[in-house]
T-cell receptor, first 112, second 115 residues
């Protein structure tokens, strides 16, 4: 049973516009969420995170929004740049658990 | 700079062979993880270890075993490789003392092909 879902396998966005990547979860015990970015032939790298006590966290061009009642989070990238083309994974954890549960990933392509 | 290294970037093995994938981290992390990444399935946890000689099954442990004799090294073993184990294997490490909760640091991955 997939507890973390990314329903869009791929997304194409024009350079300079906003990219919005979505993630849904089913486990109400999840209280911390992370986004990872993965380039081909490299391991995923941490991008940004958010705790369930917040509904928004910003880091430069990247903002993550959390809607706990809908069990939904989204990653906004503004403005999108060609170097943002990658696969993005969302991940979730519950308190006291060192494990992460990952989503299936969304391939983002930025069109110059 | 934090570093997780994996013994091979590409590996080709035959069905039935015993396969060892090695992972080393230099960050003194307590936790280490093995995942496989398959198209449409994301990252799935095979095994993880939270201390030397300790291990726990992840979501898909069947056909795999692990070994952690030293803190910095975590090995994934395919006892008898099968074609459905053809995949990208990713190792990661983390520490409960980390700056970001649950942040895992990944190696570059090993692309394993079983013929």
């Amino acid at each position: 049973d997939q507890q973390v879902k990314q329903n869009s396998p791929s997304l194409s966005v024009q350079e300079g516009r906003i990219s919005i990547l979505n993630c849904d979860y089913t486990n109400s015990m999840f209280d911390y969420f992370l986004w990872y970015k993965k380039y081909p032939a490299e391991g995923p790298t941490f991008l940004i995170s958010i705790s369930s006590i917040k509904d928004k966290n910003e880091d430069g061009r990247f903002t993550v929004f959390l809607n706990k009642s809908a069990k939904h989070l989204s990653l906004h990238i503004v403005p999108s740049q060609p170097g943002d083309s990658a696969v993005y994974f969302c991940a979730a954890s519950d308190f006291g658990n060192e494990k992460l549960t990952f989503g299936t990933g969304t391939r983002l392509t930025i069109i110059p | 700079d934090v570093k997780v290294t994996q013994s091979s970037r590409y590996l080709v093995k035959r069905t039935g062979e015993k396969v060892f994938l090695e992972c080393v981290q230099d960050m003194d992390h307590e936790n280490m993880f093995w995942y496989r990444q398959d198209p449409g399935l994301g990252l799935r946890l095979i095994y993880f270890s939270y201390d030397v000689k300790m291990k726990e099954k992840g979501d898909i442990p069947e056909g795999y075993s692990v070994s952690r004799e030293k803190k910095e090294r975590f090995s994934l073993i395919l006892e008898s490789a099968s074609t459905n184990q053809t995949s990208m294997y990713l190792c990661a490490s983390s520490s409960p003392r980390g700056r970001v909760r649950n942040e895992q640091f990944f190696g570059p991955g090993t692309r394993l092909t079983v013929l």
